[in-house]
């Protein structure tokens, strides 16, 4: 089992439709979790960060943390074009270094 | 500020040659990172750093070496290259560590060895 897994996609979402990305993880003692976007040829950059069970709102993006079922998601709302990218989940393992997963790829179709 | 800058962008190496991957940051950041990124792959972490002076093993350290004499530099090396470390790396900061880690990349080096 990978420590942290996400479908790759690509996931493909109408302007203006929610977009839901989402990442399991195995180590039940991780403590905080990232969400990185990354366009084509790019570096990631940091979208969110959440360490608490529910919900964190940053304008149009929504991250969700649910550490029973060892699951985080991030909801995009109304998504736009410039939202395609690859989607990185990364998690703090035992050692608190980054443990990334593989990434989804987010389509957004005009 | 800059953040984290890399040079080169890109290099071509052939097999058994050796390179410097530079890696410089302006944020008075301690912890610093190497990552590579092959394709539909996660970032895999090579080398870390907490403090100049200090580093540690990732998780693919082979064929690497690194070394911090300053907070702001940590260049990557490379002895002896070999096709499988054509790749994109990474290097990355953080002001702290632990589980508030919140990492700032540079743009990447984009290297091919033929």
């Known amino acids: 089992q990978k420590e942290v897994e996400q479908n790759s996609g690509p996931l493909s979402v109408p302007e203006g439709a929610i977009a839901s990305l989402n990442c399991t993880y195995s180590d039940r003692g991780s403590q905080s979790f990232f969400w990185y976007r990354q366009y084509s040829g790019k570096s990631p950059e940091l979208i969110m960060f959440i360490y608490s069970n529910g919900d964190k709102e940053d304008g149009r993006f929504t991250a969700q943390l649910n550490k029973a079922s060892q699951y985080v998601s991030l909801l995009i709302r109304d998504s736009q074009p410039s939202d395609s990218a690859t989607y990185l989940c990364a998690v703090t393992g035992a050692t608190n270094k980054l443990i990334f997963g593989t990434g989804t790829l987010l389509a957004v179709q005009p | 500020n800059a953040g984290v800058t890399q040079t080169p962008k890109f290099r071509i190496l052939k097999i058994g040659q050796s390179m410097t991957l530079q890696c410089a940051q302006d944020?008075?950041?301690?912890?610093m990172y190497w990552y590579r990124q092959d394709p539909g792959m996660g970032l895999k972490l090579i080398y870390y750093s907490v403090g100049a002076g200090i580093t540690d093993k990732g998780e693919v350290p082979n064929g690497y070496n690194v070394s911090r004499s300053t907070t702001e530099d940590f260049p990557l090396r490379l002895e002896l290259a070999a096709p499988s470390q054509t790749s994109v790396y990474f290097c990355?900061?953080?002001?702290?560590?632990?589980?508030?880690?919140?990492?700032?990349f540079g743009p990447g080096t984009r290297l091919t060895v033929l």
């Open positions: 944020m008075n950041h301690n912890y």
């Open positions: 990355a900061s953080s002001y702290s560590t632990g589980p508030y880690n919140e990492q700032f």
